[in-house]
């Protein structure tokens, strides 16, 4: 019988110029030793439980996470200077902590937010007659049972979340012709970092374990301040079908990451 694979830890220092090339480098002396046993696809695991799918790239003896780190690092907001612990148990998995500047271990994001179990405010997990409310849902809404609701803009209204939320109806311009998504400006004031004029958000849509990565910036107009998506929403758009017409209700789940659940509501729905 072989016996059993004893856990293998190294660090790696975050430096300015692996986020520039949007690569990290694995420690040659772990490569040398185990680097026969990687697969060219490994998963890494945060302590929230998500798992992050990282190409790897092998070179004259050199192994870097490359496809896939630059979106880990963006999603975890990682910068120079910041250390992480990796944990290696002979499987497809890596297993992370992450640590500020201050040398404190990170808050994660929720993997998915915990349902709550008041009653007003708990998710069926059966899909029945209010099927079209569960699209996307988050753990924590209230849902108005017995009262009609017509129109796909109605529904979306009256779904009511326990975070701060928005909605937008999908137009040409929005799904179609150049993708451009606008956050309404008196949510942006309200929810945003103003001092932070670009940053990325990320889209969330329940029962999916992946995370879209959307850049946005704030720019003075004539009107006022406005908040829109750069790039990203495209990519989002896509893989979940939005068409003209479909209803999306953005619910901001987890603001230091700006994570948004999306809910989205269809007309044949």
């Known amino acids: ?19 520039e090339q949007g690569k990290l480098m694995i420690p040659i002396k772990f490569v040398k030793k185990y680097g026969q046993c990687l697969a060219t696809a490994m998963c890494i695991r945060t302590p929230n439980g998500s798992d992050w799918k990282i190409n790897l790239v092998k070179s004259d003896g050199k192994i870097w996470f490359e496809k896939g780190w630059k979106e880990f690092t963006d999603y975890h907001s990682l910068s120079h200077g ?24 990170i808050n994660h994001p929720f993997k998915r937010a915990e349902v709550n179990k008041e009653e007003d405010c708990r998710v069926s997990q059966k899909r029945k007659a209010y099927s079209s409310f569960e699209i996307g849902t988050t753990s924590c809404v209230k849902k108005h049972k017995g009262k009609q609701v017509n129109t796909t803009l109605e529904r979306a209204e009256e779904f009511k979340t326990c975070n701060p939320s928005f909605v937008v109806v999908m137009g040409a311009s929005y799904v179609g012709n150049g993708f451009l998504l606008s956050i309404p400006c008196m949510f942006g004031k309200t929810h945003f970092d103003l001092d932070k004029k670009k940053g990325y958000i990320c889209f969330q849509v329940l029962n999916y374990e992946k995370v879209w990565l959307a850049k946005y910036r704030i720019r003075m107009i004539a009107t006022g301040l406005k908040f829109e998506l750069t790039g990203g929403w495209r990519k989002f758009s896509k893989d979940n ?18 994570t948004f659940q999306v809910h989205i509501f269809r007309e044949d729905e």
């Open 241 to 258: 079908n939005l068409k003209v017409g479909d209803v999306c209700k953005f619910e901001l789940i987890h603001k230091t990451n700006m």
């Open 1 to 19: 019988m072989a016996s059993e694979f004893t856990p293998i830890h190294f660090f790696k220092i975050i430096l300015a110029e692996s986020l």
């Open 82 to 105: 910041h250390l992480l612990v990796f944990k290696y148990e002979g499987t497809s998995h890596f297993e992370v902590r992450i640590f500020d500047k201050s040398a404190l271990e």
